[in-house]
T-cell receptor, first 112, second 114 residues
Framework: KAGVTQTPRYLIKTRGQQVTLSCSPISGHRSVSWYQQTPGQGLQFLFEYFSETQRNKGNFPGRFSGRQFSNSRSEMNVSTLELGDSALYLC???????????FGPGTRLTVT | AQSVSQHNHHVILSEAASLELGCNYSYGGTVNLFWYVQYPGQHLQLLLKYFSGDPLVKGIKGFEAEFIKSKFSFNLRKPSVQWSDTAEYFCAVNGYTGRRALTFGSGTRLQVQP
């Protein structure tokens, strides 16, 4: 099976702009989660979607949002970008059982 | 809130040395435990997992981990490391009922010298 794919792989944006990142899960996986990875804070959970519904949410401001489509593909959006949003954004997909997550290569976002 | 502690931030070993990376978590309920590895330039890969049953679990590439419930620990071991094991290792826990999200430790950077 093909792994989790994320697009784009690299992105440079300016403060105040917004950005949309995309994730395609492993075929058959209906759960998609998003994580932010930074040198200072490590890996932090953003949110999880299952069957087009947000099932869980981490402690991030409302500028971070996401959605999932009927084919399980997911997007996350960050509005009004701040310098501190520079990070590697990871998407992970999971079957319903067992709940083990498989990660994509990530999108490296740089905010200038 | 649950948390995960990895005590070793940077470990340097010579090839053929034995490895043990510590991981402790704080959560009193049922837990699922994972070790992930991130090789240089590559994405996070699942190394091994514990859901229930035998507390000694074996993963890929000769790695194993032991779940000790009384110590809230899930240490990663390998009897003999290779240069190709150079990577960052993350311990993760999914234990909060109704919250299917992984809480990660801060990671341990392993450098194996040939």
């Amino acid at each position: 099976k093909a792994g989790v794919t994320q697009t784009p792989r690299y992105l440079i944006k300016t403060r105040g702009q917004q950005v949309t990142l995309s994730c395609s899960p492993i075929s058959g996986h209906r759960s998609v989660s998003w994580y932010q990875q930074t040198p200072g804070q490590g890996l932090q959970f953003l949110f999880e979607y299952f069957s087009e519904t947000q099932r869980n949410k981490g402690n991030f401001p409302g500028r971070f949002s996401g959605r999932q489509f009927s084919n399980s593909r997911s997007e996350m959006n960050v509005s009004t970008l701040e310098l501190g949003d520079s990070a590697l954004y990871l998407c992970a997909s999971s079957p319903e059982q067992p709940y083990e997550q498989y990660f994509g290569p990530g999108t490296r976002l740089t905010v200038t | 809130a649950q948390s995960v502690s990895q005590h070793n931030h940077h470990v340097i070993l010579s090839e053929a040395a034995s490895l043990e990376l510590g991981c402790n978590y704080s959560y009193g309920g049922t837990v699922n435990l994972f070790w992930y590895v991130q090789y240089p330039g590559q994405h996070l890969q699942l190394l091994l997992k514990y859901f229930s049953g035998d507390p000694l679990v074996k993963g890929i590439k000769g790695f194993e981990a032991e779940f000790i419930k009384s110590k809230f620990s899930f240490n990663l071991r390998k009897p003999s490391v290779q240069w190709s094991d150079t990577a960052e290792y993350f311990c993760a826990v999914n234990g909060y009922t109704g919250r299917r999200a992984l809480t990660f430790g801060s990671g341990t950077r392993l450098q194996v010298q040939p």
